[in-house]
């Protein structure tokens, strides 16, 4: 159980290019989705979290228009970059929260990792 | 000053050996604390899941919390090459909707 997918696993687009990446719990209703990203041999840096239903939280520092975050449903959020530049080549991975399993537990999908021509 | 330290490594140790990994952290509202496993180019996978202070269990992973002196541990056993990975701690305060803080992570490397 508690399983996250993330796609797509890899992409790799010319500057400018808008890029979505979905997440989705897949046994499991998640009220509250987070999204990290992570440069090489660094720790994962928290970008937003994401209520179901509500607009998304960003962390300071997070420009809110470019990294837009839609939470539609308990077991889909979205991430889409938009216009893309070579400064947001990373890995974005998400993570989401078990709503019956207590609030705490985070599990995470296995990544994106973006490259910006 | 984070609020979470942790020796990023690299750690290198032969099959078989105890691994002890540690973190530090300075905030007394942490309550909930967490390991995670990190391989290269995949997400993170929580290993060990600890409330407040004391000792979790879980086959050759051992889970240490000690509040008074803000420090956590991991201790593996029988260490083994697929142990190989990034180890990250975090925290919560455990209020509805507190986010993880993590440390930087360590890298094992355990030697066949």
């Known amino acids: 159980g508690a399983v996250v997918s993330q796609h797509p696993s890899r992409v790799i687009c010319k500057s400018g290019t808008s890029v979505k990446i979905e997440c989705r719990s897949l046994d499991f209703q998640a009220t509250t989705m987070f999204w990290y990203r992570q440069f090489p041999k660094q720790s994962l840096m928290l970008m937003a979290t994401s209520n179901e239903g509500s607009k998304a939280t960003y962390e300071q520092g997070v420009e809110k228009d470019k990294f837009l975050i839609n939470h539609a449903s308990l077991t889909l959020s979205t991430l889409t970059v938009a216009s893309a530049h070579p400064e947001d080549s990373s890995f974005y991975i998400c993570s989401a929260r078990d709503r019956a399993g207590g609030e705490i537990k985070q599990f995470f999908g296995p990544g994106t990792r973006l490259t910006v021509l | 000053q984070k609020e979470v330290e942790q020796d990023p490594g690299p750690l290198s140790v032969p099959e078989g050996a105890i691994v002890s990994l540690n973190c530090t952290y300075s905030?007394?509202?942490?309550?909930?604390f967490m390991w995670y496993r990190q391989y290269s180019r995949k997400g993170p996978e929580l290993l060990m899941y600890?409330?407040?202070?004391g000792n979790k269990e879980d086959g050759r992973f051992t889970a240490q919390v000690d509040k008074s002196s803000k420090y956590i541990s991991l201790f593996i056993r029988d260490s083994q090459p697929s142990d190989s990975a990034t180890y990250l701690c975090a925290m919560s305060r455990g209020t509805s909707g507190s986010r993880l803080t993590f440390g930087e992570g360590t890298q094992l490397t355990v030697n066949p």
């Open positions: 905030n007394s509202a942490f309550q909930y």
């Open positions: 600890t409330y407040s202070s």
